[in-house]
């Protein structure tokens, strides 16, 4: 079993930067790969990054590129979202999600396998 806990979610302002950790526990980190999503109510849960088992690959959804970015620390079982630039529109719960297919920067959320609770971010203007 793998348990995930996402933090450093926040109430910030437009323009300002938040990085989102989450941490790992269970069966070994390395197994997975790993990949951040957001959700607002009534929509769907969108992948924003995604970033294989060793971390030599990742996916951004195109309308994030250049102010989001995936990272993983193996050694401490924790990925995170590095969020700059932030917008009023990018207020949302955001979820971390662990997927088996360990070598696949998985951009869609069915192939995941595992989540966590999900971190609130507001952006105010």
């Known amino acids: 079993q793998v348990h995930l806990v996402e933090s450093g979610g926040g109430l910030v302002q437009a323009g300002d930067s938040l990085r989102l950790s989450c941490t790992h526990s269970?069966?070994?980190?390395?197994?997975?790969?790993m990949g951040w999503f957001r959700q607002t109510a009534g929509k769907e849960r969108d992948i924003l990054a995604a970033?294989?088992?060793?971390?030599?690959?990742?996916y951004f959804l195109d309308t994030v590129k250049g102010r989001f970015t995936i990272s993983r620390d193996n050694a401490k079982n924790t990925v995170y979202l590095q969020l700059n630039s932030l917008k009023p529109e990018d207020t949302a719960v955001y979820y971390c999600?662990?997927?088996?297919?360990?070598?696949?920067?998985?951009?869609?959320?069915?192939?995941?396998?595992?989540w966590g609770q999900g971190t609130q971010v507001t952006v105010s203007s």
């Open positions: 999600a662990a997927s088996e297919y360990s070598a696949y920067a998985a951009p869609s959320a069915d192939l995941y396998n595992y």
């Open positions: 269970g069966r070994p980190f390395t197994s997975y790969s």
């Open positions: 970033i294989t088992a060793s971390g030599a690959d990742k």
